[in-house]
């Protein structure tokens, strides 16, 4: 079956470093990758998107790989800070002629002050 | 600018009942889509408006969702005789066109309760 799996438990960290979090997938082969943040009782908010022929995009403390060899996407918040925490989720584009998003079910991130 | 906003914020609605969730997309924005999202998942996709076609419909759980678009600006999405599995989070989201590498902007939700 198609799947895209993120951390399932909450990722819990010190303020100041850097959190890393996972997106995998199988059976796709998406042409770009999204992150985006949601906070409780509000729609995600876009973060980054990153194409199939990029490996790595960087935007201020935020960084995102893509690997498709590994059918893997990870995400980076550097310098964390406790306004950082929030349920991150990764999506795949598996259309791209509607721009159609596949979600991930998200990973939780506590950043302790 | 305004960003996507939809109408009720909450709706707790008896099984039986109909019920309509609006959608005001970003001005200008072609592409509309709805997801459903339950507790502790992501949000899951629906259907796809491109202006007022509705291209793609293949998310809808079954044949008591209808959504439409009729002048390519507000959508509305109905449920008719609500069962308690159709208790999630409604998103609305829009995009500026289609075809190409295009964020989703997505509005605040419609939390539905079905008793």
């Known amino acids: 079956s198609q799947k895209i799996e993120q951390n399932s438990e909450a990722l819990n960290i010190q303020e100041g470093k850097t959190a890393t979090l996972t997106c995998n997938y199988t059976?796709?082969?998406?042409?770009?990758l999204q992150w985006y943040r949601q906070d409780p009782g509000r729609g995600p908010v876009f973060l980054l998107l990153?194409?199939?022929?990029?490996k790595e995009k960087r935007k201020e403390r935020l960084k995102v790989t893509f690997d498709t060899t590994l059918k893997q996407s990870l995400f980076h918040i550097t310098a964390s800070q406790p306004a950082d925490s929030a349920t991150y989720l990764c999506?795949?584009?598996?259309?791209?002629?509607?721009?159609?998003?596949?979600f991930g079910t998200g990973t939780l991130l506590a950043v302790q002050p | 600018g305004a960003g996507v906003s939809q109408s009720p914020r909450y709706k707790v609605a008896k099984r039986g009942q109909d019920v309509a969730l609006r959608c005001d997309p970003i001005?200008?924005?072609?592409?509309l889509f709805w997801y459903q999202q339950a507790l502790g998942q992501g949000p899951e996709f629906l259907t796809y408006?491109?202006?007022?076609?509705?291209?793609?419909k293949s998310g809808l759980p079954s044949d008591r969702f209808f959504a439409e678009r009729p002048e390519g600006s507000v959508s509305t999405l109905k449920i008719q005789r609500t069962q308690q599995e159709d208790s999630a989070v409604y998103l609305c989201?829009?995009?500026?066109?289609?075809?190409?590498?295009?964020?989703?902007?997505f509005g605040p939700g419609t939390r539905l309760t079905v008793l």
């Open positions: 989201a829009s995009s500026l066109v289609q075809g190409v590498y295009n964020e989703q902007f």
């Open positions: 059976n796709y082969s998406p042409a770009y």
């Open positions: 990153i194409r199939e022929n990029e």
């Open positions: 999506a795949l584009d598996i259309d791209g002629a509607t721009n159609k998003l596949i």
């Open positions: 001005s200008g924005h072609v592409s």
């Open positions: 408006f491109q202006n007022e076609a509705q291209l793609d």
